[in-house]
């Protein structure tokens, strides 16, 4: 009969260490993090979110030796910082920005830069009582392309709704030259092949089942003119496309060309992630 050994293992309390002391229940080492832990954040991202740059950018800021942190320069990537440390870049004093979230239905032939070389029409010349903050389009909708645009100076949550493995639901009205017939329809649902890999749609129908040439179609895909490009390569023509519907944000109530800011609840939702 194999023995058991009594000795309790390394690192492991003996029942007897277990046993209360003069009445008192033995208390269990804490692993809370300190406060001053907790609200550490990232110098470049601090940086980021003062509007002075992004956050590879201001990477290379730090290397130059350009950025101080209560008045020492910090050259080394990664370096956190904590509420009430006082950052500066050339000497000029960096406060983060409040966050900003707009939503626009955004209207044709405007561009989603934040300025444009050729002197074409922006969404920013849409919003006359600019903030005073630095936003900046959530992924992009092209020139003739119409509808829900989310514009914010949010980096962490631009990266959840635009990096391709977060995979967020997108839904558009299409405008074809010609009807769509039902064996194209399939093939769209079955998965098609592009220049740059396999693509197919979520769901596609017939927004009219009398006029064919108007098609609902969701794609979780943010690969750029994905939509034309789809409907091109059977030869078809998009002559209008509108997005209605972007990670649980649609156009109801905002008509074409306008634009309101999120409210509470909204930005709530979207941050969490609890929309289809």
Known sequence: MKRV?????????????????????????????????????????YMANSGLCSRREADKLIL??????NGRKVTELGTKITPGDEVKFKGRKLIPEKNVYILMNKPKDVITSTEDPQGRKTVFSIIRSKPDERIYPVGRLDRMTTGVLLLTNDGDLTKKLTHP???????YQVSLNKNLNRKDMEKIAEGITLDDGLIQSDSISYVDPDD?????????????????RIFESLDYRVEKLDRVYFAGLTKKGLTRGKWRYLTDKEISVLKRGSYK
């Open 165 to 171: 493995k977060y995979q967020k639901k997108k839904i």
């Open 64 to 69: 130059t030796g350009s950025v101080t942190v």
């Open 5 to 45: 050994s009594k000795t309790p293992r390394p690192g492991r309390q003996s029942r007897q260490d277990k046993k209360p002391v003069n009445g008192q229940k033995p208390t269990s080492p804490t692993t809370e993090t300190p406060a001053s832990q907790k609200n550490e954040v990232r110098l470049n991202k």
């Open 212 to 228: 064919k040439r108007e098609i609902g179609i969701e794609i979780h895909s943010g690969r750029n003119r994905i939509i034309r």
